[in-house]
C-alpha cells in the first residue's frame, strides 16, 4: 500500500465564529457523482469543539464548494456530557436516516477531561441533525472506568459492530494514560454491548494512545486505520494499519501503512485521524496534520489497500 499526498484540501482561518480554528477528524459521506459532505470538528475563540460541514467535489481536485452557514452541533448546556465541546466520530446509514457518533467532551479538575459517545440523527440527508439524548449512549462503566472515544461502525449479519477508544488509568502526566482499542456490538445502532477484549492493544513501552480507528472490510478481509503515539524517536502522531479475517485478531502492521509526515508544510510534523473511502476505481483517505487539525484536513490516493 502506498498513498500519493493530494495535499492540503481544507483550512479553516477564521470563517465562521464556530470555525475560528482547526478542522479536525475529517469523515466525508457520498451525495453523488463525485460530491461529497465532509464533517469536521472546527473550535471557536473560547476552544470549545463544533462539528462544521463543507460540500467537496473529489473529481475536482478536491475543491471547497461551499462551507456550511450553522454548526452542524454545537456544545450542550451547562454540565451536561458535552458541554466543553463535540468532536466528529462516525457517519452510519441507516435506512433514511444519519447517525452520526460524536465524542462529548467534559473537561475536569483531577483529570484531562472526560470523553462520552453521543448521536444525533439527519432526517434531511445530512443538513440538520438532532441530538438522539442530553445522556451519551456510551459512558463509562466498569468495562470502560475511565473514559471512551471515537467509534467506527460496520453493519453485517444483521447486527452492528464497533470499534472505539478506551482509556485504562490515568496518571501524573498526560502521556501517562493507556489508550487502546476495544470492540462492541448492537442490534439497533444506539444500545451497545462491550465485552472489555481490546481489540488493539499498545506494543511496547514507548506508546501510551491508540485513537479514532476506521475500519472497512473489502474482499473478506477487516482493516482498520487509526492514530498512534509516541515512539522512541516522537511523541507525535502517525497514522497505522492492521487487518484481522474476524474483527476481533488483528495483526498490526504499521509499517505497511505508506504515508508518513511529510518534510515540510501543514503535515510535517504529525499525521492522523484518517477517514478511508472507495471512490471511483481508488481508495481516498482524508487525515489532519500538524497539531490536531489547526492546519485543516488533506488528502492521499491509492490504488490498493492490501497489506500481504
Not at 471515537?150 to 493507556?178: A, H, T, V
Not at 504499521?254 to 484518517?274: L, T
Request: glycine residues 8%; proline residues 4%; without cysteine.
Amino acid at each position: 500500500m502506498k498513498w500519493h499526498k493530494i495535499g492540503n484540501v481544507f483550512a479553516p482561518i477564521g470563517r465562521r465564529t464556530w470555525l475560528k480554528s482547526h478542522a479536525g477528524n475529517p469523515f466525508a459521506w457520498h451525495i453523488k457523482d463525485s460530491l461529497y459532505r465532509v464533517f469536521f470538528t472546527s473550535r471557536d475563540a473560547n476552544n470549545r469543539s463544533h462539528i462544521s460541514s463543507a460540500i467537496v467535489d473529489f473529481n475536482a481536485d478536491f475543491k471547497i464548494l461551499e462551507v456550511s452557514e450553522h454548526p452542524i452541533l454545537a456544545p450542550g448546556e451547562l454540565g451536561l456530557f458535552d458541554d466543553s465541546g463535540v468532536m466528529m466520530g462516525y457517519l452510519l446509514e441507516k435506512g433514511d436516516k444519519l447517525y452520526l457518533y460524536y465524542l462529548g467532551w467534559n473537561l475536569k479538575v483531577t483529570v484531562p477531561w472526560l470523553n462520552t459517545i453521543g448521536l444525533a440523527i439527519s432526517e434531511d440527508g445530512g443538513e440538520t441533525f438532532q441530538k438522539y439524548s442530553r445522556a451519551p449512549i456510551m459512558d463509562r462503566s466498569d468495562n470502560d472506568p475511565f473514559s471512551i472515544s471515537y467509534p467506527s461502525i460496520l453493519f453485517e449479519d444483521n447486527s452492528y459492530r464497533m470499534w472505539y477508544g478506551s482509556n485504562l488509568g490515568w496518571g501524573s502526566d498526560q502521556s501517562d494514560m493507556m489508550h487502546v482499542i476495544k470492540s462492541a456490538s448492537s442490534d439497533d445502532a444506539i444500545h451497545w454491548t462491550t465485552n472489555n477484549q481490546i481489540a488493539i492493544p499498545l506494543k511496547n513501552e514507548f506508546e501510551y494512545a491508540l485513537s479514532k480507528p476506521f475500519v472497512l472490510k473489502e474482499n473478506g478481509t477487516y482493516y482498520m486505520w487509526y492514530s498512534f503515539r509516541a515512539s522512541k524517536l516522537s511523541n507525535k502522531y502517525r497514522i497505522g494499519v492492521a487487518a484481522s479475517v474476524d474483527g476481533q485478531v488483528w495483526e498490526r502492521m504499521d509499517e505497511k501503512v505508506g504515508i508518513e509526515p511529510s518534510k515540510s508544510g501543514w503535515d510535517s510534523e504529525m499525521i492522523e485521524y484518517p477517514w478511508i473511502g472507495k471512490h471511483d476505481d481508488h481508495y481516498i483517505m482524508l487525515y489532519n496534520g500538524n497539531e490536531y487539525g489547526r492546519t485543516g484536513f488533506g488528502a492521499a490516493i491509492t490504488n490498493d489497500i492490501k497489506l500481504k
